[in-house]
């Protein structure tokens, strides 16, 4: 088994990733067809926010984001240390930023479909990581710590420029700046375009954006390894660590709420407020699981593991691959019985299999790095 990796890191992901590929395909699928009033709040919690706003599984993604930038001062501490930078960083991190681009079109950027009408160049949270790690990655080896909250904050104050100055604060959800430059440069190749008679037409209903919001991006990484920084530092104790990673997270979610009147919390924009809002409960998510995890030493939650030592992999497959033959083929005669429940079982099925595939590479030691 490996060694010498942060504990609370992996079964966070897990949780992160079992939420993503287990919990709310189910839940979601059974409040749907049970049609259960009293549980609309249980089911919006787990639905993205349609606009402004903010609901548990708007943190999904930037959790996803956070968490890979608290991997970085772990994994590249050795190269930071080097007066000399061999070729072999470089290639490691453009070998990531290629892979994990190459999956984005595999799971969304529809490249199986062998049809450029039907590919979207920039469309993923795997895509996303990608532009925010080759960054924080590059500044962490390169940057003191000082110089690389310079960035960051140039980073996120660039976006609010961008919006204020040519998108005159406009956070309207078809006409913001960061629509526009989607827009005008993804074109064809944007997520959310409609084909019809051989021509082609945006969705009005499609409001996620990549370009602009590349900038906080970046940011949302890059708050995940300053915590990463926190947790690597041995001259702090694990008190220290743990009150750093509360203290933060709560003054970054203060200063969205304050800023959200201005800024509004948007997440399919990434914009700032929401970008800090985000970050915050990150960092206390992470110190909670810190202490629980490391400090306290809760064994309880170890098998979320299974999803956060293979997560870029979990992701994939169960994104991909579709198992809900597998029970639709053993499981047919139910349909009589079962009824309107019957296409809960595929799903059911989908997350079991995935699970129990990740359980045996755990199992056997097998994770996959991208």
């Known amino acids: 088994m490996r ?15 079992f939420c993503l590929l287990f919990l709310q395909p189910i839940l979601i699928h059974w409040l749907e067809i049970a049609d259960m009033p009293a549980l609309t709040t249980v089911q919006k919690q787990f639905e993205h926010i349609e606009w402004h706003g903010f609901s548990f599984w708007d943190l999904i993604m930037p959790l996803f984001m956070f968490m890979s930038g608290i991997t970085i001062p772990f994994a590249l501490s050795r190269y930071k240390n080097e007066k000399s930078i061999d070729r072999t960083f470089y290639i490691k991190i453009a070998k990531r930023f290629c892979w994990l681009f190459f999956l984005g079109w595999i799971v969304q950027g529809n490249l199986l479909a ?6 979207h160049v920039f469309a993923n949270t795997l895509q996303a990581i990608a532009v925010g790690y080759v960054v924080a990655a590059i500044l962490y080896v390169h940057c003191s710590t000082t110089k690389q909250i310079l960035f960051c904050v140039t980073s996120f104050l660039l976006y609010i420029i961008v919006f204020a100055y040519w998108g005159n604060m406009n956070f309207a959800p078809t006409t913001n700046i960061a629509e526009t430059i989607d827009r005008t440069i993804l074109g064809k190749l944007r997520d959310g375009i409609i084909w019809q008679d051989g021509i082609w037409h945006f969705d009005d209903s499609y409001h996620y954006t990549w370009i602009l919001s590349s900038l906080n991006f970046i940011v949302t990484v890059m708050l ?6 926190i947790l690597k530092n041995n001259s702090y104790s694990e008190i220290r660590k743990f009150i750093l990673l509360i203290g933060l997270g709560a003054i970054f979610i203060i200063s969205s709420l304050i800023l959200d009147p201005y800024i509004p919390i948007i997440k399919k924009i990434w914009s700032s407020s929401m970008t800090m809002y ?16 490391d ?24 994104e991909v691959i579709s198992f809900r033959s597998i029970a639709d083929s053993l499981l047919f005669g139910l349909e009589q ?23 045996w590479m755990y199992k056997h030691q097998i994770f996959i790095k991208v």
């Open 3 to 17: 060694t010498n990796r942060l504990a609370s890191l992996d079964i966070l992901r897990g949780a992160d990733l």
């Open 114 to 119: 062998l049809d450029m009408d039907k590919f």
């Open 224 to 229: 995940g390894m300053f915590a990463g920084i």
């Open 278 to 293: 985000s970050g915050g409960i990150c960092f206390i998510l992470m110190g909670l699981f810190y202490y629980i995890i």
């Open 295 to 318: 400090i306290k030493k809760v064994t309880k939650l170890k098998w979320l593991k299974y999803y956060g030592m293979n997560s870029i992999i979990a992701y994939c497959i169960f």
């Open 337 to 359: 019985w079962l009824g309107i429940y019957y296409p809960l079982i595929g799903t059911i099925s989908q997350c079991i299999i995935v699970f129990l595939i990740l359980r």
